[in-house]
């Protein structure tokens, strides 16, 4: 074999390992191309994650429920404007009143959120579980400027906040009755006496009306199948 013919077979070899290179660069380049970038690991908004462990930190040592908490979070969140996680004295205030709290601010220029949430946990536990507590706190959230009565108009809108539609006239109709000089204004006693006297009629009412089912069912059950028109429940007429 002569040296020309090596030197082709070599050069064929050469080409040969050349083209297969290129081959397998081409394919790994189409790889690369058709491969979907990985999605970036999630990252935690500091401020939420604050958030979050102040709304942990003040619901296992306070009155405030969860839902509370976080209730009062997104408030706070909405008044943050400039967002330096603090509330000026005046935005706090504004705040505990919305809530039905006194505005016990500490002495400071600015509120931060934990502190806000435990002032409030205080205010809170103010008002007892009961239903006239739970009375006292929704006129307090009734009446944010503390004037001490409420009219049928502001009853009308606290009732459209929470969801619940009224005319005018049936608040005006529902302030009279519950004030007792029979205008449409009332105060906190008298929204708390009013409550609280119609909740023991209703738990009175509810007494009588599951004994009233019981004695029909036993007569039922020995073949009297007449019919008990009293609907009175055994309550005097109120």
Not at 38 to 63: F, G, H, L
Request: glycine content about 6%; hydrophobic content about 35%; charged content about 30%.
């Amino acid at each position: 074999m002569n040296r020309s013919t090596t030197r082709a077979r070599k050069s064929k070899r050469k080409d040969k390992k050349h083209g297969r290179d290129r081959k397998n660069q081409a394919v790994e380049e189409d790889n690369l191309a058709g491969k979907k970038a990985e999605p970036a690991p999630a990252q935690t908004i500091p401020w939420i994650q604050q958030m979050r462990m102040a709304e942990r930190a003040v619901t296992q040592n306070s009155t405030l429920t969860q839902e509370e908490a976080h209730y009062i979070i997104n408030m706070f969140d909405c008044l943050d404007t400039d967002r330096d996680h603090e509330l000026t004295r005046e935005e706090a205030g504004h705040l505990f009143r919305f809530l039905g709290y006194t505005p016990l601010i500490p002495l400071g220029s600015s509120v931060p959120l934990k502190q806000f949430l435990l002032i409030a946990g205080l205010q809170k536990s103010q008002f007892n579980s009961g239903i006239d507590g739970k009375t006292r706190h929704t006129f307090r959230m009734m009446d944010p400027k503390e004037k001490g009565s409420i009219t049928a108009k502001q009853l009308r809108l606290f009732m459209k906040d929470i969801g619940m539609e009224i005319s005018i006239i049936a608040a005006e109709r529902v302030a009279e009755i519950i004030s007792e000089e029979g205008d449409f204004n009332f105060g906190e006693q008298e929204l708390v006496e009013y409550i609280v006297r119609n909740n023991d009629t209703l738990e009175k009412l509810k007494v009588a009306t599951e004994l009233k089912e019981k004695q029909r069912l036993e007569r039922l059950a020995t073949g009297d199948y007449s019919d008990d028109s009293d609907d009175s429940f055994g309550l005097d007429p109120y």
